[in-house]
């Protein structure tokens, strides 16, 4: 059979070509406009000869140009340089360093070369930003004070103060970002202190405890084509969890009922914990991906030291978090987020997983799935099928439509994963673009496991689930 | 820790104050639209107007070196209960053939080619006699005013950015490892917010104010 098509399909094919040849010479021969058009447009390139930089008074060059991919030497039509100007001042207004960025060109030194003028307008102070949010563990947060000094001294640094007052936590935080080492490592710091609730469930028995912490973050993230992928960072913390759990339901739960899980990280304890990772994404657009996968996958090795005994123990955690996203039909998106994890049993309930919430498995108030003593071992996935509800500005369009399905299990230690222990849940939401707010999430979802006799659970948050 | 936090609203408190004392618009260079005048044309009502300070020496080096600007022009009749009876947008190119050596000044229908700027910039700054709508759609006995407004893009749009630039990342946040504690998070920049409103009224360096004409009647307007 083979053999019989290939001398008829190359037959064709050679049809084909003299065909589409022959299309093109009439079409040619037609519109002799369109021939010298063609000829015109790949002539008539201006020539980038150089970039001036305008008003940087104390911020020096390479502090501009590193953000810039404006290259001396590149051919590029009028509109494509236009397109690279402009994209150019978006990214340097995105930076922060600067009150106002504007971008024009004057001729070179020859007909058809160019040079691109940076101009921008230096902060003098520092300014303020208001935050908020929605977050898993803290759930809704503001910042009402939030201090930056981007670029207070012209060498790119970024480094600030902020106040967060939340649902669940409060912080107080000192920061410091900044690239290192020619520009290939980004170093993001941070010194804290914080007061966080963390939510147990004993079977139907909802409970809160503080726990109180503080200490210092570093992260080094790579930059560059090889080094983006890669990421490493170190933490030393202070944790002093009260010895006191709070029943909902009235009264206190005392150290002495506690699982043994809970009871054995009751202490004040010091930890330093290192982590490494790697990081892949090729999403088309990280607010509202058509396209594309975004994942990581990071472990931690980490040291506890309890600080009246003295005590020591090692424990380690490894995650992993992926979202594929593909394009359907149209303007539909299927999307995906699988996440795995595993502790090691002696991690402390504080850096276990969780399961359930509005960023978890929905259909479940926030861990409500979470075993007590919290979990050493979580599979989650959420399967959500995107279709805009409005098309003006698509994919930036205001709202989105939502079917999902949500499936999950965790475990604590010594327990083993059972395909028969896993929870789900359908549902259907709308994300609406807010001014101010960005993208609003509303989400009904109906469980499929009967945990608290619930039919169904409304989530509201922000942005994408994921 | 309450000591802190107190010191450092202080100086939040402090330091927003002097921003709203110290942010003033300057008016240097502005533009402005002169000689309006409005005549009855061909059984239309249209009207004249001069565009001055529209090409700053950046924008005319811009044009020169190949990139197009864009000017826009917005133009409301009203009537004396300050109802819009009639609302225009013209938008017109100026661009620079670095090869032919020769200005385009494009409108809608029509696009017109000079050798000198000077010319370019005298067809692109002003209107002459333009048509806006038949006399006969007007009420003849009413009373009219002109709002006219200018600006130029030296490359594209800067008002949308202006509107937006108070805004940091109204979107999820990124996220850069697999955190064990997702959050969505918004931000506000109040520096940004505040000159927002305190400089609505300066607009740009590149939009004109409303220019408001005095009121007329149709039956006073010159042929």
Same mark, same amino acid.
């Given at each position: 059979?083979?053999?019989?098509?290939?001398?008829?399909?190359?037959?064709?094919?050679?049809?084909?070509?003299?065909?589409?040849?022959?299309?093109?010479?009439?079409?040619?021969?037609?519109?002799?406009?369109?021939?010298?058009?063609?000829?015109?447009?790949?002539?008539?390139?201006?020539?980038?000869?150089?970039?001036e930089l305008v008003g940087n008074k104390k911020t020096s060059p390479e502090v501009i140009l590193r953000d810039v991919?404006?290259?001396?030497?590149?051919?590029?039509?009028?509109?494509?340089?236009?397109?690279?100007?402009?994209?150019n001042r978006q990214v340097l207004e995105e930076t922060n360093f600067f009150k106002a960025v504007e971008v024009f060109?004057?001729?070179?030194?020859?007909?058809?070369?160019?040079?691109?003028i940076i101009e921008v307008q230096e902060r003098s102070g520092p300014f303020f930003q208001f935050e908020?949010?929605?977050?898993?563990?803290?759930?809704?947060?503001?910042?009402?004070a939030s201090l930056r000094f981007d670029n207070i001294f012209g060498g790119g640094n970024r480094f600030g103060a902020r106040?967060?007052?939340?649902?669940?936590?409060?912080?107080?935080?000192f920061w410091y970002r900044n690239k290192?080492?020619?520009?290939?490592?980004?170093?993001?710091?941070?010194?804290?202190?914080?007061?966080?609730?963390?939510?147990?469930?004993?079977? &139907?028995?909802?409970?809160?405890?503080?726990?109180?912490?503080?200490?210092?973050?570093?992260?080094?993230?790579?930059?560059?084509?090889?080094? &983006?992928?890669?990421?490493?960072?170190?933490?030393?913390?202070?944790?002093?969890?009260?010895?006191?759990?709070?029943?909902?339901?009235?009264?206190?739960?005392?150290?002495?009922?506690?699982?043994?899980?809970?009871?054995?990280?009751? &202490?004040?304890?010091?930890?330093?914990?290192?982590?490494?990772?790697?990081?892949?994404?090729?999403?088309?657009?990280?607010?509202?991906?058509?396209?594309?996968?975004?994942?990581?996958?990071?472990?931690?090795?980490?040291?506890?030291?309890?600080?009246?005994?003295?005590?020591?123990?090692?424990?380690?955690?490894?995650?992993?978090?992926?979202?594929?996203?593909?394009?359907?039909?149209?303007?539909?998106?299927?999307?995906?987020?699988?996440?795995?994890?595993?502790?090691?049993?002696?991690?402390?309930?504080?850096?276990?997983?969780?399961?359930?919430?509005?960023?978890?498995?929905?259909?479940?108030?926030?861990?409500?799935?979470?075993?007590?003593?919290?979990?050493?071992?979580?599979?989650?996935?959420?399967?959500?099928?995107?279709?805009?509800?409005?098309?003006?500005?698509?994919?930036?369009?205001?709202?989105?439509?939502?079917?999902?399905?949500?499936?999950?299990?965790?475990?604590?230690?010594?327990?083993?994963?059972?395909?028969?222990?896993?929870?789900?849940?359908?549902?259907?939401?709308?994300?609406?673009?807010?001014?101010?707010?960005?993208?609003?999430?509303?989400?009904?979802?109906?469980?499929?496991?009967?945990?608290?006799?619930?039919?169904?659970?409304?989530?509201?948050?922000?942005?994408?689930?994921? | 820790?309450?000591?802190?936090?107190?010191t450092f609203l202080f100086g939040l408190i402090v330091t927003c104050q002097t921003q709203l004392v110290f942010a003033s618009p300057g008016e240097d260079g502005?533009?402005?639209?002169?000689?309006?005048?409005?005549?009855?044309?061909?059984?239309?009502?249209?009207?004249?107007?001069?565009?001055?300070?529209?090409?700053?020496?950046k924008?005319?080096?811009?044009?020169?070196?190949?990139?197009?600007?864009?000017?826009?022009?917005?133009?409301?009749?009203?009537?004396?209960?300050?109802?819009?009876?009639?609302?225009?947008?013209?938008?017109?190119?100026?661009?620079?053939?670095?090869?032919?050596?020769?200005?385009?000044?494009?409108?809608?229908?029509?696009?017109?080619?000079?050798?000198?700027?000077?010319?370019?910039?005298?067809?692109?700054?002003?209107?002459?006699?333009?048509?806006?709508?038949?006399?006969?759609?007007?009420?003849?006995?009413?009373?009219?005013?002109?709002?006219?407004?200018?600006?130029?893009?030296?490359?594209?749009?800067r008002?949308?950015a202006r509107?937006s630039d108070w805004l940091l990342?109204?979107?999820?946040?990124?996220?850069?490892?697999?955190?064990?504690?997702?959050?969505?998070?918004?931000e506000i920049n109040l520096n940004r917010l505040v000159s927002f409103f305190i400089s609505s009224r300066k607009q740009s360096d590149y939009?004109?104010?409303?220019?408001?004409?005095?009121?007329?009647?149709?039956?006073?307007?010159?042929?």
């Amino acid at each position: 059979m083979t053999n019989l098509r290939t001398p008829i399909s190359r037959h064709l094919s050679r049809r084909l070509g003299y065909l589409t040849g022959l299309l093109f010479i009439v079409f040619f021969l037609l519109n002799p406009n369109a021939v010298r058009a063609q000829v015109e447009s790949q002539q008539r390139k201006l020539t980038i000869e150089g970039i001036e930089l305008v008003g940087n008074k104390k911020t020096s060059p390479e502090v501009i140009l590193r953000d810039v991919d404006i290259r001396p030497g590149t051919r590029v039509t009028p509109d494509e340089f236009a397109d690279l100007l402009l994209r150019n001042r978006q990214v340097l207004e995105e930076t922060n360093f600067f009150k106002a960025v504007e971008v024009f060109s004057r001729p070179g030194s020859e007909r058809g070369k160019v040079v691109a003028i940076i101009e921008v307008q230096e902060r003098s102070g520092p300014f303020f930003q208001f935050e908020g949010g929605y977050n898993d563990l803290s759930g809704w947060f503001f910042i009402p004070a939030s201090l930056r000094f981007d670029n207070i001294f012209g060498g790119g640094n970024r480094f600030g103060a902020r106040f967060l007052l939340g649902d669940r936590l409060n912080k107080l935080s000192f920061w410091y970002r900044n690239k290192i080492f020619r520009e290939k490592v980004i170093l993001d710091a941070e010194v804290y202190g914080a007061g966080k609730m963390f939510i147990h469930y004993f079977g &139907q028995e909802k409970a809160h405890q503080d726990v109180g912490f503080g200490g210092l973050r570093v992260k080094l993230t790579g930059t560059g084509r090889v080094g &983006q992928h890669f990421f490493m960072g170190f933490r030393a913390e202070n944790y002093d969890p009260k010895d006191t759990i709070d029943l909902d339901s009235g009264g206190l739960l005392p150290s002495a009922d506690l699982p043994p899980d809970i009871a054995d990280d009751l &202490q004040e304890a010091n930890l330093q914990a290192l982590s490494f990772g790697l990081l892949h994404d090729s999403r088309d657009n990280p607010s509202y991906p058509l396209t594309g996968f975004w994942g990581a996958l990071t472990g931690e090795i980490a040291r506890k030291e309890v600080r009246e005994t003295n005590r020591i123990s090692n424990f380690g955690k490894l995650t992993f978090d992926a979202r594929i996203y593909r394009r359907l039909f149209g303007r539909q998106v299927f999307a995906m987020h699988v996440k795995a994890g595993y502790g090691t049993p002696d991690s402390p309930f504080y850096e276990r997983f969780y399961l359930g919430g509005a960023n978890s498995l929905r259909g479940y108030a926030d861990r409500r799935l979470t075993p007590a003593g919290w979990g050493t071992k979580l599979i989650l996935t959420n399967t959500e099928l995107r279709f805009p509800l409005t098309n003006e500005g698509f994919p930036n369009h205001k709202a989105t439509g939502v079917l999902f399905f949500d499936s999950g299990g965790i475990w604590a230690p010594g327990d083993t994963p059972r395909i028969k222990d896993l929870y789900g849940a359908l549902g259907l939401g709308v994300r609406y673009k807010m001014p101010i707010l960005g993208t609003m999430r509303f989400d009904f979802a109906f469980p499929l496991n009967d945990i608290d006799d619930e039919t169904v659970r409304f989530h509201i948050s922000l942005g994408q689930t994921f | 820790m309450r000591k802190i936090v107190n010191t450092f609203l202080f100086g939040l408190i402090v330091t927003c104050q002097t921003q709203l004392v110290f942010a003033s618009p300057g008016e240097d260079g502005k533009i402005r639209i002169e000689h309006v005048s409005p005549r009855l044309v061909d059984e239309h009502f249209a009207v004249s107007a001069e565009f001055v300070n529209l090409f700053s020496d950046k924008i005319v080096s811009t044009i020169r070196s190949g990139l197009k600007s864009v000017i826009q022009i917005e133009i409301q009749v009203r009537n004396d209960a300050q109802k819009d009876v009639f609302h225009k947008r013209i938008l017109r190119t100026i661009s620079f053939d670095i090869w032919e050596q020769r200005y385009a000044v494009s409108d809608a229908d029509t696009t017109r080619f000079v050798t000198e700027f000077s010319d370019a910039k005298r067809l692109g700054g002003r209107l002459q006699d333009k048509l806006l709508i038949p006399v006969a759609r007007l009420n003849q006995t009413g009373k009219f005013f002109i709002r006219m407004k200018v600006g130029i893009n030296p490359i594209s749009s800067r008002q949308a950015a202006r509107a937006s630039d108070w805004l940091l990342d109204p979107n999820q946040r990124q996220e850069y490892v697999a955190s064990e504690n997702r959050s969505s998070t918004f931000e506000i920049n109040l520096n940004r917010l505040v000159s927002f409103f305190i400089s609505s009224r300066k607009q740009s360096d590149y939009i004109s104010d409303w220019f408001v004409s005095p009121v007329f009647r149709m039956s006073d307007l010159n042929k």
